[in-house]
């Protein structure tokens, strides 16, 4: 992405093609065998006129899902909005609209801020009712694993629900007119000359 030599003239005459179209930073760990990180590189050959000019970078290196502690990956949810991103930079507003309407047939209807603020009530309320119902039993002798395995079974899908509602406010916060926008640290449209002053690199 950004190396010299015989390197950087192979770069610069791919770039030169217009087929560059997305560039997308990925952080550490999300791979089994390598922990470094990455870039992806996307072409596309049928560019529309009015882009084959421009390069979108993507900055998804503190954008993930930690599995565990030697893992990162993207959720289904993280996916569609990088992808929302990449709508909004083609003019591809339809695909963007429809993706809010699918979080709102997940979630419901309603602004998304208020959404999450609900779906957080009533994750603490499940918890305190759990810990109620569970303490209860105890109390009367009664197999708690049962109630522990149901509440349990609850909790893990509001939990999802949740962060459906997180991820629903991260992209809406920053595109809620529809329209594409640079936004320091995640996403930024170059053109071929700024990229040329910055010795074709592509980092």
């Not at 569609?80 to 979630?107: C, D, F, M, P, Q």
């Not at 309603?110 to 009533?122: A, P, T, V």
């Not at 459906?164 to 000359?193: H, M």
Request: hydrophobic share 35%.
């Amino acid at each position: 992405t950004d190396s010299q030599g015989r390197e950087k003239n192979i770069r610069e005459d791919l770039i030169k093609t217009g087929h560059v179209d997305v560039m997308l930073s990925v952080g550490n760990n999300f791979f089994y065998t390598k922990s470094l990180p990455c870039s992806l590189w996307f072409f596309d050959k049928g560019k529309k006129e009015n882009l084959k000019d421009k390069i979108l970078f993507i900055d998804a290196r503190n954008y993930f899902t930690a599995v565990d502690r030697t893992l990162n990956a993207w959720s289904e949810w993280q996916l569609k909005n990088l992808n929302a991103i990449v709508w909004l930079y083609r003019g591809e507003t339809e695909k963007y609209k429809k993706l809010l309407e699918e979080y709102h047939s997940v979630l419901g209807e309603g602004i998304f801020s208020e959404i999450l603020e609900i779906q957080e009530k009533n994750l603490a309320a499940l918890r305190d009712e759990a810990k109620k119902a569970i303490d209860d039993a105890e109390k009367n002798k009664l197999k708690k694993s049962k109630i522990q395995t149901g509440y349990d079974l609850k909790i893990s899908a509001q939990e999802e629900k949740l962060q459906t509602a997180r991820e629903a406010v991260w992209l809406y916060e920053k595109f809620s007119d529809g329209k594409y926008q640079d936004i320091p640290g995640l996403c930024k449209i170059a053109g071929l000359n700024e990229i040329e002053s910055k010795g074709w690199s592509l980092t």
